[in-house]
């Protein structure tokens, strides 16, 4: 099992509608879990992150966190075509360390 | 505020040569991190700093991979000597001391011939 997992799409999602995104993780001491958008050719830029059960809002993104089913989501709402993008999934790896695990990335298209 | 600065953007070398890559963080950040990122992949770890400290190098390839920091704030990645397997994209990423959000910089793409 990969210590994080994301399918890698590509999802794909008309203009307007909402794009769910999905990370499962394997460590349950981890506390720590990001999620960057890297477009093609780019860096990956941080968007959210999250350290707390629930749901975390920040504009038209939605981080939710569920620590007992040991996976973290990201919503964008109102998809854009600006949002096609790669959003990889990062987790801390063990309870107060900062080395974290990436996934391998999902692949959004927002179709106009 | 500038972001984090990083130099060559682009590489060609031909194999066994050596590379050297630059890293300046964001200011005030004393956390500095370099990846390896091949395609279709996540960014994958190779050595963090805590200042001039290197406290996490377990994902570095020693016998042909060096990093340094010597003065807590910039930073440079060395392979010598450089395998064709060594071409992928290598970044360097920022963050407050105590904090985890990490800044990425621009990257800097190796390709080893």
């Known amino acids: 099992q990969k210590e994080v997992e994301q399918n890698s799409g590509p999802l794909s999602v008309p203009e307007g509608a909402i794009a769910s995104l999905n990370c499962t993780y394997s460590d349950r001491g981890s506390q720590s879990f990001f999620w960057y958008r890297q477009y093609s050719g780019k860096s990956p830029e941080l968007i959210m992150f999250i350290y707390s059960n629930g749901d975390k809002e920040d504009g038209r993104f939605t981080a939710q966190l569920n620590k007992a089913s040991q996976y973290v989501s990201l919503l964008i709402r109102d998809s854009q075509p600006s949002d096609s993008a790669t959003y990889l999934c990062a987790v801390n790896r063990g309870p107060g360390t900062y080395k974290y695990i990436f996934g391998t990335g999902t692949r959004l298209k927002v179709l106009a | ?113």
């Open chain 2, 1 to 113: 505020e500038a972001g984090v600065v990083q130099s060559p953007r682009y590489k060609i070398i031909e194999k066994k040569q050596p590379v050297a890559f630059w890293c300046n963080p964001i200011s005030g950040h004393n956390t500095l991190y370099w990846y390896l990122q091949n395609l279709g992949q996540g960014p994958e770890l190779l050595i963090r700093y805590e200042n001039e400290e290197a406290v996490d190098d377990s994902q570095l390839p020693k016998d042909r991979f060096s990093a340094e920091r010597l003065k807590g704030v910039d930073s440079t990645l060395k392979i010598q000597p450089a395998e064709l397997g060594d071409s992928a994209v290598y970044l360097c990423a920022s963050s407050s001391s105590g904090t985890a959000e990490q800044y990425f910089g621009p990257g800097t793409r190796l390709t080893v011939t």
